[in-house]
């Protein structure tokens, strides 16, 4: 069964970082790719980050490069996503997934997600 816990959400002002975690297991971490989107209320989904299981590459969406950063703690079985700088565009809920593979966007499982607000 795969299981994907996401965490770390919040409400931020602008400009402000936020982490935010995605629990899983070690098997997961192994053999899947763990991706990153988002989805706001009316907009469709948005691929934000994925890292690759075997050497832990990275891929990111061309809105979020630069600002977001994805990495891993395999002692923890978690990846986190690290979101700087935040603008009020970033306000959606933020889920973890598996991925197909990094780059192809199309997830597999992911969790009940995480509520990101960024307002003044």
């Known amino acids: 069964q795969v299981q994907l816990v996401e965490s770390g959400g919040g409400l931020v002002t602008p400009g402000n970082s936020l982490t935010l975690s995605c629990a899983t297991s070690a098997y997961i971490l192994e053999y899947y790719a763990i991706a990153w989107f988002r989805q706001a209320p009316g907009k469709e989904r948005e691929g934000l980050s994925c890292?690759?299981?075997?050497?832990?590459?990275?891929v990111y969406s061309d809105t979020v490069k630069g600002r977001f950063t994805i990495s891993r703690d395999l002692t923890k079985n978690t990846v986190d996503l690290l979101l700087n700088n935040l603008e009020p565009e970033d306000t959606a809920v933020y889920y973890c997934?598996?991925?197909?593979?990094?780059?192809?966007?199309?997830?597999?499982?992911w969790g009940q997600g995480t509520q990101v607000t960024v307002s003044a």
């Open positions: 997934a598996t991925d197909l593979f990094c780059g192809s966007w199309s997830y597999d499982h």
């Open positions: 890292i690759s299981p075997r050497d832990g590459s990275t």
